[in-house]
Structures are given as structure tokens and as C-alpha cells.
């Protein structure tokens, strides 16, 4: 995720005088409003104390009260864009209830892949790395899917080093807070997270985590899951949180949590060994999580709340014999797995200071906010065949960090006999990469480069950013909702880029409400794709298909000349709504420009014949498709003791547009139903079942050339059901046991890379979880 810093100081001025301008005329259109507010109570007071009057004046009463009932209807005070968006279709809420009945072994993303247009994926269909599949949605890849932890946007999976084939040996981010800590967490898909700026293509995932307290409160939990086969890793984990006030305007909240999941055997996936002294295609990896985070909130008065926040994570892999494009792997690899060792090691650092004010004009927020991640680990190979695998040469590290200013003012008011929220913000952001390792590679094997040093290159780089925008909130009608938006980045590298956004809410008939919404993204270039000295040699077998190596091979370099990645995101839906009961159904299409890919054509070459190659940005992608929600309440109406919930979502189109070829492997269709039932006050039973339909590979290789025999195999669909229950035997005491995978229906990772075609990743078979939360 990248964000900015202004290039000039007539830049920070432009954007406070803008954004001062927008809110005097808001508040003196919310004085007008709130005059209208004061003599329409008067009126209605009148009104009311005037009821037995009117019984005797007929006609002329009656209009007395249409009168006054028109007043009211007038000052209707509507909320923001912001939460009129995340009522749109595209947005899926997920609660700490939700967290309890469905626990996570450790990643939230098991959770999360449970919500409508939600998949686990690589960044590319590539298979690499299989088993570290990230949250993708609507098949835009986790490149495109923004992770947010209150709001502030995580970016340590930018301290790993992108491969030739866009992707991360990265487990993603959305593991950074425990499932304890969690309220609740925001997935906006399509539209909906168009406002939030680069990376957010696919959509937005924002985890919230519990706020203060007044009174003292508290909890320590424990979990552990036991899969039944050995060879399969366990997790075990214990945390804590405790809140409460300190004074009358002081109160805090802390977490912390201690997490391990143990990595698969490798022995798992053995005889999908390419020979018996072959290293065999990685399992799961395992992790490690430390985490630890304080927040303290200040009330200063009834209008002004300030927040101090720290946290800190440490995450350690358990190492399982993952590489990239090395299908035979090496002793190392091997050793290493059997040892289960650690190889990578990230420490993540953020901080934030926060005031929100709530004024008899509006409501503001200012915010500042620190992230460091040090991506500590073994070195990996830069080039060709041994690309991605771990070598005996050390350990380096690679820093990553981001500091964002951001604020913005809501004011509700009245223009045109319409109710109005309208909302100005900005953003002023800077990101630096310090990765001397991932430049270390030499040019001894190609040749010489024109315009870039043979050896020691500079593997610092960076990008500033500043963002305003504008979004209003307009009730056209009492059953007509308008939220228009406009959004203005600037990156010092990559120019400017306008994103407006436009979503309507018409309610048909009381129970019948038609959405739609249409947005363009963007995405700006990583810090790898962009920096002209990182660079990647392949020796030969690498090198596209029509370009095939003169003997001196390919070289791929970052390119500082990069455009945005961009799309237009479009969804259209109806939602109907009746006590309890709620259906809902959407169509949903990205047009998909600019995509960076590595280039598959050279643009010169040296003067030993190695073709050059960069980053570039690609042809048009579509991703199309169709979600369906229905929830019904089975007993009662209001609060129903049983419900029965299930999401559909019908990929039709996810491919590159020039080579029709997949975005990133997903299944055509996934389904999934959960049946909640509330036995008793104290007992909660739930059931679960997921259905993933077929998933087909891509057609060619790595190299563009026609894929054949196995590396066109498709994996079959597949059903997973999973039962839990919760008991509350006290005030103090809950438990919670479940038995996932019910069926023991377990998948295997055959390859490597793609050779054996969508077969890539490992399915775990029967587990067993339990957990005590004991509150205080």
C-alpha cells in the first residue's frame, strides 16, 4: 500500500485552504439547517399541547399537523457517505459473535474467506507458493485487496521481495491481531472501497478491534486445535485483553496473545516428490505470532477524544520446503523442513495519535500514524531455477515503512430542500523500502546494463503520495439515496489519478430496495516494480517462449516508468428485507487496465545477447460475476433463536482479456451456508457447510508457451462441513469445541509451481478445536 508527502508547501496550502473552504460553507448551510431544527421543535411543542384544540377546528387542524409533520420530515438528519457505502451490497460485516462461533485457528482470513466474493489465492496463477494463499476478492488477487487495522492501512507484506511472477513468499496481513481482540471486521468489496485509495481495487478489508472501557473488565483465553492425522501441524494458542477507566477522562485497553501452528511433515505431500531425493512439494507453513498492543483514549471534554496507540508483532515461520520455481529442491530445502526451523522472521511496529471531534457543526478526524516492519530471513535465490529458494549465503533484511497523516470533516446540512452529509478529507503519506539484498544480484552472467551499476546498487527506495477528496451523502427523496464521491491521488513517481465514485440506494417498495454502484480504482506500482535497480536473471530456460535465450539469457529489471493499474468497478443489485428475513442478489463487473506484469517482450538487449525485459504494464482484464445472500429466521421472528445463512458467489469471468488467460486460479463458484441455533441461554450449536466448485489453471507456462498433459489438470469441486458450539456455564466462564472438516475430505499440493495445473495447495482433513475464555 503506498500513500505521500506534498512536493511543495503552495501543495499543503492548496489542500487546507480547500478543505477549510468546504467546511465554513457546510457549517453555515448546517446553521440555516439547524435554525429549521429549533423552530420546527417549536412547532411540533405547539403542536402537541394544542391536540384538544384541534379536535374542534376540523379541516384547518388537520393542516395544522400536515404542517408540522412536513417540518419534521425536512431536518431528517442522514449519516455520511462512509456509512451510507458500507450498506451497499458489496459489504459484508463480520462480528465478534461470528469470531466466537467460528474461531480461527490463527490467520482471521479462515474466517474471512467464509463471506460472499472471498477466496484464498496466489497473487497470479502461477502455483507458486500455494499454501500461503491471501485473502482475494473478487478474484482482483491480494495485490489489489487493502487490509486496514482500525481504519489505518497495514503494509508489511511490502517488505517481501516480488518474484517474476508477481508474487510474495508472504503469509499476507491479516494476521497482525488476534481473534479475541477482534469487535468486528468490515470486508467492502467492488464500489464500496473505491474511496480508500491505492490497493484497494478488489476491496477493503478493515479489522476492528475492541475500544476502552469504563468499568474494568477483562478476559484470558485459551485454544488448541488437533488435526487427526500427524502429519497435519496443530495450533495452540493463549492471549489476554484487558480495559477499563483509569480516571473519569482516562480509560485504555491492551491485548496480548502467544500463537503457534505447527507446519505440516513433509512427508505430507511425498509422493508428489519429482524423485525419491527430491524435495517434496511444501505443506502449509507453519507460524509463530507474538503479539502485544496498548491503547489510551482521553476524553477531554464531550466534544474531543484523543488516542495514543502502540502495538508490536513478532511472526516466525516454521519452514515446510517451500521455493518458487525449484520443482527438484536441494538438501538445504530438505534439511530445513525436517527441522523445521524458522527462515523468516517479521517484526511489525506501529503507533498512532488520534482526536475526534464532535461539534455543533460536524464531526472531524485528524490522525497520525507509524508502521516499521523488519522483515528479517534467509537469503533466496535472485535468479533463474534457484529463484525463491533458500541458499547458504546469510541472512539479510529488508525494512519497510509508512507515515500517514490523515483528517477529514463531516457536516450535515440542508441545500435545496435536501438533507446533505457531506465529508472533505485528505491523506499525505510516505513509503520507504530498504532492501539491500533483493539488488544484490550482479550482471557477470548477461552482460553489462546501460544505465545501471554491475554490482552494489541502491536498494533503498521510496514514493510520496497526498490524496484529497470530497464525497456528499443526499437523501433525493425519502426512499432515494445518492453518495457521490471524488477522490484526487497524487504520487510523486506516478502522476496524478482521479477516482470518482457513485452509489444510489432506491427503495422499490418498503420490503424492495434496488443499489447500484460504479467507482474506478487504482493501484500505483510496488517499490520492487518500480526501482530501476532491482533486477532478475534467468539463464536461460526463463526467457519467453518467442525469445528464447541467445545463450546469455534474460534479464527483468524494475521500471521507474511505470502507470497505475486502474479499473471500473460496477455492481448492480436488488436487496429485500422482511422481518428477519433478507435476500439479496448482485452482478458485479471490473474492467481491468494497466495490470504490471512482467514484460514478455524484450526492449533491447546487451552486447553478450541477453535480452532486456521489464516490468510493464499489461492489456485489459474482466472479472465478472454474481453474489446471492439469503438469511432466514427458521424460529421466531426478531432475534430468532435459529437462523440459517448462506452465500453464493458465481465467478463468469476472471481472465486476461489479450491472453485469456486466469487472473489467479479460483473456483467457479463457491457456496456457503451456516445454520446457528441458540439451544438454550447458555448453549449455541452451529453448522457449516462449503462448497467450491471447479478450478481450472492457466493455459500456458511461465514462459508463454502452450501448456500440455498435466500442467492442464483441474481440480475438482469439493464440499468441507465443520461443526462448533459455545456453553456459557457462568458470568466468568465459556467454552467453546468443534470438529472441522467433518467429512475428513482432504486435497494435496502435487507440484510445486503449476505442473500438475490447479492442484497447488493442501486442503486439511479432520481437526478437532476447544478453547476456555475465562472473563473477569
Known sequence: MTRLVPTSISVASALTIALCASMATAAEDHTESQSVIDQTTSSTTSSDSDNENNKHHGHKGKKHQKDAKQKIEKITVIGTAEQQIKQSLGVSIITADDLERRPPANDLSELIRKMPGVNLTGNSASGQYGNNRQIDLRGMGPE?????VDGKPVSSRSSVRMGKSGERNSRGDSNWVPAEAVESIEVLRGPAAARYGSGASGGVVNIITKAPTKTWKGSVNLYTSQPEDDLEGSSERAGFNLSGGVTDNLSFRTYGNINKTDADSPLLNAKYATSDTATAPAGREGVRNKDISGLLRWDANKQQVVEFEASYSRQGNIYSGDRAVNSNGSTTLTDLANEGAETNVMYRSSGAISHRGSWDWGDTNLSISYENTRNYRMNEGLVGGVEGSINDSGWSTSTYETLLLTGSASVPFKRWHRAHNTTVGFEIGKDKLDDPYSTSQTTSGGGSIEGISDSDRDGKSEAKYQALYAEDNIELTHKWMLTAGLRLDHYDQFGNNWSPYLSSAYELTDDLTLRVGIAKAFKAPNLYQSNPNYLYYTRGTGCPNDYPSQGSGCYILGNDNLAQETSINKELGLQYQYVGWNVSVTYFRNDYDNKIVSGMVPYGETESGAYLLQWTNASKAIVEGVEGNLKVPLIGEHGATLSWNTNVTYMNKNRNEDT????????????????????????????????????????????GAAAEGDYLRERDPYSLLSLGGNYRLNDSWRFGFGINNLTDRRLFRESTGASEGANTYNEPGRAYYASATYSF
Open 144 to 148: 489489489n485487496t487493502l487490509i486496514l
Open 660 to 703: 485469456g488467460q486466469p487472473l489467479s486460479v479460483i473456483p467457479r463458484y463457491t457456496i456457503n451456508s451456516m445454520l446457528d441455533w441458540e439451544a438454550t441461554d447458555d448453549l449455541t450449536l452451529s453448522f457449516t457447510w462449503t462448497r467450491y466448485g471447479k478450478q481450472k489453471p492457466q493455459t500456458i507456462t511461465f514462459t
